[in-house]
């Protein structure tokens, strides 16, 4: 035994003990794994290709890998049954909306009984000139870009004036505002802007705003954007949004309070060290995806990093790439922000709310209606799953059907499906799968190899498929 340790760890420096290349070398030929089904790096360098423009790195053959994991692995679960339609599947695949619900409900329950706000408050607030004044403006924008000419300047503040003269001689403002506003973002609701404290616009927009009296219209304002018109509408025409904007304010506060409260009432504690602990699941997701490893703790349970894994699973990609990069002390806080979502969930069951009967069969039949979806969008028709087959014989057409579609995705000859995040990681904790870095290593180096000698062997360049999207690693976050 001592020999063979040896002799694999002499391997890393240099091949000198017989065999050991050979192991090494096998199994950076395998780049991924699904089930009974295996890319190896060949045919990842293929997929490579096949994606005309993608940029030939390690990112992109992972995503690729990734890529082609869950649909082996969602056709595999089709053919023997993994993807069930019992309530503990349904349930668990759709966790993210489940859970979604569960805590908007309950949130919108401890706000409604805690955020009603009378009447002269909001009077108060909007005829205030002090920290606590809430504004809501109204405006009309002729944009000037940066590089315009002296000339189109001109042109644009004249075009200012003449809208300031119409609504001056009685055109209605809003209409104006419709018609000729620059400013999309206001455009539709006739130029009112959202309520918003002093000091929340550029200052020549804000300084001008909050000089107005109610009712009252400003001169042609100017601005790095261009040259605006601004009002200050009647309470009797905002009260509304002055209202929401107090709800909203007060509602934030009101969870941080709760919040906090619910983490010291359960003794919440964040480990020390979670930072690296995190990063390296991010950095590994399939192997740590059934990690049971404590990240916090709080009376009657613990946050693991399987925990971890799940919740980021159903969040934008973005999420794990800010994490990567992200301080020890925002990790932290990262954690105790989903620890604390936990108990969220909890409190609220504890407190009676979940998904109705209603709400339920709603989501199994969004469910259902999208298993069957996918099966058809990929190619899972009664051929392919034909029941009178063997189960070897039904798992390879769909594994063949799969690899047919990634190829035919990769080549923009069928519309883009990606197998929903949450049924991606319900399917990855019941399958066996694997993504080898060395196998995919050696994918790119064999891309590469193949571009360099197609490039020297024909000047116009390499012979690619025709039609392959420009593929980049981030665009398949919600399949991983």
Not at 30 to 50: H, I, K, R, Y
Not at 62 to 85: S, Y
Not at 383 to 403: C, G, H, I, N, P
């Amino acid at each position: 035994m001592r020999r063979s340790l040896l002799c694999l760890t002499l391997a890393l420096f240099a091949a000198g003990c017989s065999g050991a290349k050979d192991m090494f070398s096998a199994h950076a030929n395998v780049a991924a794994e699904a089930g009974d089904q295996t890319l190896s790096a060949d045919s990842l360098a293929g997929l490579l290709q096949a994606a005309k423009g993608a940029r030939l790195t390690p990112e992109t053959a992972e995503f690729l890998a990734n890529l082609w994991v869950d649909f082996q692995l969602f056709g595999a679960g089709i053919a023997d049954g993994t993807i069930g339609t019992d309530s503990a599947t349904i349930v668990r695949v759709m966790w993210p909306e489940i859970t979604e619900a569960i805590g908007t409900r309950w949130h919108d329950q401890l706000m409604e009984k805690r955020t009603a706000f009378s009447a002269s408050g909001i009077d108060s607030v909007y005829a205030a000139n002090d920290s606590n004044a809430v504004r809501v403006l109204q405006h009309f924008l002729v944009r000037v870009a940066p590089t315009a000419s002296e000339a189109q300047r001109v042109a644009a503040e004249r075009k200012a004036a003449g809208l300031l003269a119409r609504v001056r001689g009685g055109a209605n403002f809003g209409q104006v505002a419709s018609q000729n506003t620059d400013d999309q973002a206001s455009r539709a609701t006739g130029g009112v802007m959202n309520a918003a404290p002093r000091g929340m616009y550029v200052t020549p927009f804000d300084s001008a705003g909050w000089t107005l009296a109610p009712g009252q219209i400003s001169g042609v304002v100017t601005t790095p954007f261009g040259f605006h018109v601004i009002r200050r509408p009647p309470l009797a025409e905002v009260r509304a949004q002055i209202e929401e904007y107090l709800r909203v304010m007060a509602g934030r506060r009101l969870d941080s309070l709760y919040m906090d409260s619910l983490g010291a009432a359960k003794h919440l504690k964040v480990k020390s060290g979670v930072a690296g602990a995190v990063r390296s699941a991010i950095e590994d997701v399939n192997g740590h995806r059934r990690s049971g490893k404590t990240l916090a703790s709080y009376d009657g349970g613990e946050f693991t990093v399987r925990d971890l894994l799940r919740w980021t699973g159903s969040a934008p990609q973005e999420i794990s790439d800010q994490l990567k990069s992200a301080t020890d002390s925002q990790v932290s806080g990262f954690v105790r922000a989903l620890a604390l979502n936990t108990l969220l969930i909890e409190d609220a069951r504890a407190n009676g709310v979940d998904l109705s009967t209603e709400e339920y069969q709603a989501l199994r039949t969004g469910y259902l209606a999208g298993i069957d979806t996918l099966k058809f969008a990929l190619g899972l028709n009664s051929d392919v799953l034909d029941s009178t087959a063997s189960a070897a014989d039904r798992e390879r057409a769909v594994a063949s059907t799969m690899s047919a579609y990634i190829q035919k995705l990769l080549r923009r000859e069928v519309p883009a499906r990606l197998i929903p995040g949450g049924l991606a990681s319900y399917l990855r904790d019941e399958m066996d799968h694997s993504i080898n870095m060395a196998g995919v290593t050696r994918a790119v180096e064999i891309a590469l190899s193949s571009r360099d000698s197609a490039t020297a062997g024909t000047p116009s360049g390499p012979a690619l498929p025709p039609g392959g999207p420009a593929m980049a690693p981030q665009v398949g976050g919600e399949g991983r």
